[in-house]
Structures are given as C-alpha cells and as structure tokens.
C-alpha cells in the first residue's frame, strides 16, 4: 500500500430521477493517509453516504458518476475492472453502514452469513466447516459479544439493535483490511449503546493500525476520535482541518454554525440553529451552495463558487470571505 492509500478527486455525482439528474456531489476531494482517522460531518442528505459508497462502487442503479477521480493504492477504482474491485472489497475496505437490520439477511442466521464473508475474503481450500466457526466465535468475543455461541445460532430479528451492530463491526472486521468505512454506526442506538460501539471501533482500529473513515452528526464523537474532520455541506467539501483545529477555530459559516448547533453542558441558552434547509439537487444554488442559508454572504457568492483553499497550514476553506482577490 502506498501512503495515501485513498485520495478522492473532484467528484460529482447525481441521480436520475423522475424530475431530471439531481447535482448531489460537486466536486468532493478527500485524503485519506495510511493509519489516519478522519471524520466526516455535515447535516443528512450532503453527500457523506454517496461520497462512501462511490469508493466501493455501490451506487445505486439510478446513480451517475459525472466526474472524478476515486484513487486507492494508486489505483483508480471508477476505471478498475470487476476482479480488481471484487479483490478490493474482499481484501482491502470494509464498510460499517448505519442501519445493521437492513445490513444483515433476516432468512439466514449469523453464523452462515459470517462464514460466507470469511469464504468470500480469504482462500477457504482444506478448511473445515469447525475451524470456520472457531474464527467466527473469536470475531465476535472481539468485539464483546457475550455468549457468542448463542448469538452465531440467533437470527437477526433474535438481537437488540446494539448486538446487530456489533455483529456488522465482526463482519467487517472478520479478514484483514487496510481501511474502515464507518457510516453513522451508531444511528438508532441509545446514548450508552453508541458509547461502546464508538470505543469498540476505535480500540480495534488501534490495534490493527487501521485507516478509518468515520461519518457522524454526533460532533462529540468525531471529536474524541479522529485526527482530522472534513465539513460536507450539499455536496461540497467546505471545510478541512485537524481536528482540535477545527473545533476551536472553525473559519466556514456553515461549520460555526453547527458547532453553534450544539447542545453545550454549560448551558447558555437554546441555539437557533441554521436557518433553512439543504437545497433541492435538481435545481441546487448557483454559486455558493450555501449562500441562502447564509449570514455572511458577500454579492459574488450568489454568481461563483468560491475555491477551496489552504489558509494555514492543513487548514482549508471553500469560502469568499477567505479569498484575497
């Protein structure tokens, strides 16, 4: 693997719909560098899961990806061929999705789907159907599944929402991988159930040494977690910067905004939030994306989208009020 195993370069993506080609990503760039966390916020429906699924190539059928350059390991995985991509899937990136009842086949029980990802990433020849479930039962003692026997016996609709997402970790985790895919992992779980998944993941991601990517509106979360945070606004990369940085010194409107958005133990009154909403894709803003939500706005970015550009050091920013000219 090269250092910078994942680089995401101008991507656009839309979807063909009944009203037209909706304009979700436009142009989207991630770096993602060997051994690095990085998180991903932004409200639902800003492309984080679209952008995700793009470097495995799991769009749905109605998806079009316009434009852009997908690179992992050198390679550009919008341009490899099937074995290739099924060679990556296999053995290179895993994805953890946000909803683990529709991520697991109900008519099947945990053992035969865990057994058929192990077949499906690794040389299975010789092996014998006890030694199989001998590695099941230590994936799922990995990530602190009480009475692992019982659960590879148990059918989905058998397990509470947090036991599903843990059976989905063990899935992703059941072959060596070099990055982690960690969409919303914790949506639908109870504040202490979202704790523990949240620390499982990163102690395995420690001790694999693995390159993450973890998609999250829980901002405390992406806080304790990751080494750099990457800001999505309607399909926009707006902000960039590590993490500690971002937090204390956020620069984008929009990245203010949601850090305002947070509720604050020290209280301090009720935010307002953001006005408005994400825009339509169908007939997304002209210029800024973000301009009519705006408090900031300057007359140029209703006309032009601002550039993204490095102010210090890893610090970037796509927004006018940073731009000298």
Same mark, same amino acid.
């Given at each position: 693997?090269?250092?910078?195993?994942?680089?995401?370069? =101008?991507?656009?993506?839309?979807?063909?719909?009944?009203?037209?080609?909706?304009?979700?990503?436009?142009?989207?760039?991630?770096? @993602?560098?060997?051994?690095?966390?990085?998180?991903?916020?932004?409200?639902?429906?800003?492309? +984080?899961?679209?952008?995700?699924?793009?470097?495995?190539?799991?769009?749905?059928?109605?998806?079009?990806?316009?434009?852009?350059? @997908? *690179?992992?390991?050198?390679? /550009?995985?919008?341009?490899?061929?099937?074995?290739?991509?099924?060679?990556?899937?296999?053995?290179?990136?895993?994805?953890?999705?946000? /909803?683990?009842?529709?991520?697991?086949?109900?008519?099947?029980? !945990?053992?035969?789907?865990?057994?058929?990802?192990? +077949?499906?990433? $690794?040389?299975?020849?010789?092996?014998?159907?006890?030694?199989?479930?001998? +590695?099941?039962?230590?994936?799922?003692? $990995?990530?602190?599944?009480?009475?692992?026997?019982?659960?590879? /016996?148990? *059918?989905?609709?058998?397990?509470?929402?947090?036991? +599903?997402?843990?059976?989905? #970790?063990?899935?992703?985790?059941?072959?060596?991988?070099?990055?982690?895919?960690? =969409?919303?992992?914790?949506?639908?779980? =109870?504040?202490?159930?979202? /704790?523990?998944?949240?620390?499982?993941?990163? =102690?395995?991601?420690?001790?694999?040494?693995?390159?993450? !990517?973890?998609?999250?509106?829980?901002?405390?979360?992406?806080?304790?977690?990751?080494?750099? @945070? *990457?800001?999505? &606004?309607?399909?926009?990369?707006?902000?960039?910067?590590?993490?500690?940085?971002?937090?204390?010194?956020?620069?984008?409107? &929009?990245?203010?905004?949601?850090?305002?958005?947070?509720?604050?133990?020290?209280?301090?009154?009720?935010?307002?939030?953001?006005?408005?909403?994400?825009?339509?894709?169908?007939?997304?803003?002209?210029?800024?994306?973000?301009?009519?939500?705006?408090?900031? #706005?300057?007359?140029?970015?209703?006309?032009?989208?601002?550039?993204? #550009? *490095? @102010?210090?050091?890893?610090?970037?920013?796509?927004?006018?009020? &940073?731009?000298?000219?």
């Amino acid at each position: 693997m090269t250092e910078q195993p994942l680089e995401i370069k =101008d991507l656009y993506v839309g979807y063909r719909t009944y009203r037209g080609t909706s304009k979700v990503l436009d142009g989207v760039h991630l770096t @993602v560098n060997a051994g690095e966390r990085v998180g991903i916020i932004g409200e639902s429906g800003c492309g +984080k899961t679209t952008t995700m699924k793009t470097i495995l190539r799991i769009l749905p059928t109605n998806a079009v990806i316009q434009k852009g350059e @997908v *690179y992992f390991g050198g390679k /550009d995985v919008l341009t490899i061929g099937k074995n290739e991509l099924n060679e990556l899937r296999r053995k290179h990136i895993a994805m953890i999705s946000q /909803d683990p009842t529709a991520a697991l086949n109900p008519v099947f029980n !945990i053992e035969t789907q865990l057994i058929d990802i192990i +077949k499906y990433s $690794e040389a299975h020849k010789g092996k014998k159907t006890e030694e199989f479930k001998a +590695k099941c039962v230590r994936i799922l003692k $990995e990530v602190a599944l009480p009475d692992p026997e019982r659960v590879l /016996d148990s *059918y989905p609709f058998q397990l509470s929402g947090g036991m +599903k997402q843990r059976v989905c #970790i063990a899935m992703a985790l059941a072959t060596p991988r070099h990055l982690l895919i960690a =969409d919303e992992p914790t949506t639908n779980l =109870d504040v202490t159930i979202q /704790d523990q998944v949240l620390r499982l993941i990163k =102690d395995i991601v420690e001790k694999r040494k693995l390159s993450v !990517i973890l998609i999250s509106q829980a901002l405390g979360s992406v806080k304790g977690f990751v080494d750099e @945070v *990457y800001v999505m &606004y309607a399909g926009n990369t707006v902000e960039v910067a590590d993490t500690k940085e971002l937090f204390s010194n956020p620069l984008h409107p &929009y990245t203010k905004g949601l850090l305002d958005s947070t509720p604050k133990l020290t209280g301090g009154g009720f935010s307002e939030g953001i006005k408005g909403r994400v825009p339509d894709y169908i007939n997304p803003p002209s210029g800024c994306r973000f301009h009519p939500r705006c408090n900031y #706005i300057l007359s140029r970015c209703e006309k032009e989208k601002p550039p993204f #550009i *490095y @102010v210090d050091g890893n610090h970037g920013v796509a927004c006018w009020l &940073y731009c000298k000219k």
